[in-house]
């Protein structure tokens, strides 16, 4: 798995429903990213977190919510507001974090992803 | 926001021709990444590029970091029935709090007949 797990493998939703997805990593590693993949286009960043207890927004983070209450796990809820959460969801995590100069530049590796599909 | 322009969309070729993309940005970026993306699977690192001009090989695979740092090509030499995928480029740079982002290209749809 790339030491990084995401669950579940597919996820369906209800109008008006929060649902929320999962994403772990076992490497100890600092920085955890969430990406929206839509047919025939690329990644698309929606939060990404650095450090634990912090997260920033992405390009389209409207209509989601993330946490960081631990280093290992960073779930991503989809919110009733997102109009259009049909999609490919794409965790990723990389070893580089605040401070962590000696690693400010490794390359994100992917989880398996979850879709997200609504009733 | 900072566009990433890969082409071709997609390759139709035959199996034992070397094929290549490449991804162009009017940005300048720092670093270059390729990944492939089977179905329904996330994307897999093939290459990173980290110095304009580098020149990377991985097996079949071969990438180079643009010396204009604003592109980068994947080669792939005699393809085989399983490199059909989504290829992906994704260039990021350095710039404040968005240090850790990366741009990525919309793909290339490569398939491969027996």
């Known amino acids: 798995d790339g030491g990084i797990t995401q669950s579940p493998k597919y996820l369906f939703r209800k109008e008006g429903q929060n649902v929320t997805l999962s994403c772990e990593q076992n490497l100890n590693h600092d920085a955890m990213y969430w990406y929206r993949q839509d047919p025939g286009q690329g990644l698309r960043l929606i939060y990404y977190s650095q450090i634990v207890n912090d997260f920033q927004k992405g390009d389209i983070a409207e209509g989601y919510s993330v946490s960081r209450e631990k280093k290992e796990s960073f779930p991503l809820t989809v919110t009733s507001a997102q109009k259009n959460p049909t999609a490919f969801y794409l965790c990723a995590r990389s070893r580089e974090g605040q401070g962590s100069v000696s690693y400010s530049n490794q390359p994100q590796h992917f989880g398996d992803g979850t879709r997200l599909s609504i009733l | ?114």
């Open chain 2, 1 to 114: 926001g900072q566009q990433l322009n890969q082409s071709p969309q997609s390759m139709f070729i035959q199996e034992g021709e070397d094929v290549s993309m490449n991804c162009t940005s009017s940005s300048i970026f720092n670093t270059w990444l390729w990944y492939k993306q089977d179905p329904g699977e996330g994307p897999v690192l093939l290459i990173a590029l980290y110095k304009a001009g580098e020149l990377t090989s991985n097996g079949r695979l071969t990438a180079q970091f643009g010396i204009t740092r604003k592109d980068s090509f994947l080669n792939i030499s005699a393809s085989i029935p399983s490199d059909v995928g989504i290829y992906f480029c994704a260039g990021r740079t350095r710039s404040g709090g968005s240090n850790y982002k990366l741009t990525f290209g919309k793909g290339t749809l490569l398939t491969v007949n027996p």
